[in-house]
T-cell receptor, first 115, second 110 residues
């Protein structure tokens, strides 16, 4: 049973380009979460999605950032017109449906570097 | 979700037990205590959770005081690979966002 898969592991983008980060949740998990960790800082929640629905996007920057979790395929975190301040590690996590008490499973992250 | 307080850092000798405290004095009756850790540059890893009874799994033990205002995560025989930041999180439900604080940086030394 594969864990949460994120790709790419490392991504380098020039300022102004777009970054697409992909996350495939664990089999059977219907909830996906994205977190960002800036250098030398803690983990910050960005967005929580279920299939085809955004449940909580209270941590998403208001501009340039978007997320989706389509009916088929991985969840995508999209950053348009990247700036140097977007350089960070982006982690995805997944969890089963409501009512299951186990903790989340996190992926290994995507390290985004904006040059 | 209730706020938690953890010491910023602690050292532990390899092979000894590591006892990580967490205060959650405002915890409510239906809130669980969860522990995660993040080894450098990796994604956070779920360790254990509990409501009021002590819990044990292959990774650690969780001791929750009777009044539930604090808890202790115990790594019974710390190894160098246990060096990580450990996070104590209190929450009602198992889904929805996790609020990570600063955690405790644990360094296991030979």
């Amino acid at each position: 049973n594969a864990g949460v898969m994120q790709n790419p592991r490392h991504l380098v983008r020039r300022r102004g380009q777009e970054a697409r980060l992909r996350c495939s949740p664990m089999k059977g998990h219907s909830h996906v979460y994205w977190y960002r960790q800036l250098p030398e800082e803690g983990l910050k929640f960005m967005v929580y999605l279920q299939k085809e629905n955004i449940i909580d996007e209270s941590g998403m920057p208001k501009e340039r950032f978007s997320a989706e979790f389509p009916k088929e395929g991985p969840s995508i975190l999209r950053i348009q017109q990247v700036v140097r301040g977007d350089s960070a590690a982006y982690f995805c996590a997944s969890s089963p449906e409501e009512g299951v008490r186990d903790g989340y499973t996190f992926g290994s992250g995507t390290r985004l570097t904006v040059v | 979700d209730a706020k938690t307080t953890q010491p910023p850092s602690m050292d532990c000798a390899e092979g000894r037990a590591a006892n990580l405290p967490c205060n959650h004095s405002t915890i409510s009756g239906n809130e669980y205590v969860y522990w995660y850790r993040q080894i450098h540059s990796q994604g956070p890893q779920y360790i254990i959770h509990g409501l009021k009874n002590n819990e044990t799994n292959e990774m650690a033990s969780l001791i929750i005081t009777e009044d539930r205002k604090s808890s202790t995560l115990i790594l019974p025989h710390a190894t160098l690979r246990d060096t990580a930041v450990y996070y104590c999180i209190v929450r009602v439900v198992s889904w929805g966002k996790l609020q990570f604080g600063a955690g405790t940086q644990v360094v296991v030394t030979p």
